[in-house]
C-alpha cells in the first residue's frame, strides 16, 4: 500500500540512450513532482504538474519531459542522456496545503 | 527565487542530548516550512512543518521555532536516540496552490551516538 511509488529502483544505461522513470500515487493527491537529488544529497524541484497546469523549473534541459497520462501518475522521460544526469531522482505528490510525500527514489547512472 | 540556507552540514550528538538545526530563508513570500528526514536510500520523509502564523509547534521530541521577521526557522530534537541519525532537509514553499514546491536547505547529517 505504497503511497508514492517509482520504478524503476535503479536505472543503468549508456550515454545517448532515452529512458523512463515511472511514478503513481495513491493518495488521491491533485499535484505530482520531480525533484533531483545530486551527489552531494541537495534536493532540487524539477517539476511540478497538476490537470491544469505543468510548471518547470527553467534550469533543466529540455532533454526531460513530464508525461501525466492521468491524475495519480506522472512518469519522467530523459532523451540523449548525459553523464551529468547521473543522480537520485525523486517523484512526490501534494494535496492542498499539505506538504510533499516523496517517493522511494530511482538512482539513475549514465555510463 | 527563494534560496535557504541550513546549517550545521554535520551534527555529531551522544544519545539522550539535544540537537538543533538551523534555516534561513530569503523570500517573504514563503509561508510554509516543512521538515524532512531521509534515511539511507529511501525517500524524504516529512516529521514535522510550520506555517507562518505559528511560531512554534511541537511534536513529542520535535519541536520547530519559526522568527518571521528574521526569516529564520529551526527544527529541536530533545533526547536523540540512535535511530534518529539521518540526514535533515529544511524547506520553504510560498504555498499558495503547491504547498509541495519545496526550496530545500543543504541538509543537515545528524550522528547520534549510544
Known amino acids: 500500500d505504497t503511497a508514492v511509488s517509482q520504478t524503476p529502483k535503479y536505472l543503468v544505461t549508456q550515454m545517448g540512450n532515452d529512458k523512463s522513470i515511472k511514478c503513481e500515487q495513491n493518495?488521491?493527491?491533485?499535484?505530482m513532482y520531480w525533484y533531483k537529488q545530486d551527489s552531494k544529497k541537495f534536493l532540487k524541484i524539477m517539476f511540478s504538474?497538476?490537470?491544469?497546469?505543468?510548471?518547470i523549473n527553467e534550469t533543466v534541459p529540455n532533454r526531460f519531459s513530464p508525461k501525466s497520462p492521468d491524475k495519480a501518475h506522472l512518469n519522467l522521460h530523459i532523451n540523449s542522456l548525459e553523464l551529468g544526469d547521473s543522480a537520485v531522482y525523486f517523484c512526490?505528490?501534494?494535496?492542498?496545503?499539505?506538504?510533499?510525500?516523496f517517493g522511494q527514489g530511482t538512482r539513475l547512472t549514465v555510463v | 527565487g527563494e534560496n535557504v540556507e541550513q546549517h550545521p552540514s554535520t551534527l555529531s550528538v551522544q544519545e539522550g542530548d539535544s540537537a538543533v538545526i538551523k534555516c534561513t530563508y530569503s523570500?517573504?513570500?514563503?509561508?510554509?516550512f516543512p521538515w524532512y528526514k531521509q534515511e539511507l536510500g529511501k525517500g524524504p520523509q516529512l516529521i514535522i512543518d510550520?506555517?507562518?502564523?505559528?511560531g512554534e509547534k511541537k511534536d513529542q521530541r520535535i519541536a520547530v521555532t519559526l522568527n518571521k521577521t528574521a526569516k529564520h526557522f529551526s527544527l529541536h530534537i530533545t533526547e536523540t536516540q540512535p535511530e534518529d541519525s539521518a540526514v535533515y532537509f529544511c524547506?520553504?514553499?510560498?504555498?499558495?496552490?503547491?504547498?509541495?514546491?519545496?526550496?530545500f536547505g543543504q541538509g543537515t547529517i545528524l550522528t547520534v551516538h549510544p
Open positions: 512526490a505528490s501534494s494535496q492542498g496545503s499539505l506538504g510533499a510525500f
Open positions: 493518495l488521491g493527491h491533485d499535484t
Open positions: 504538474y497538476n490537470n491544469k497546469e505543468l510548471i
Open positions: 523570500d517573504s513570500a514563503s509561508n510554509y
Open positions: 510550520i506555517r507562518s502564523n505559528v
Open positions: 524547506a520553504a514553499s510560498a504555498g499558495g496552490t503547491s504547498y509541495g514546491k519545496l526550496t
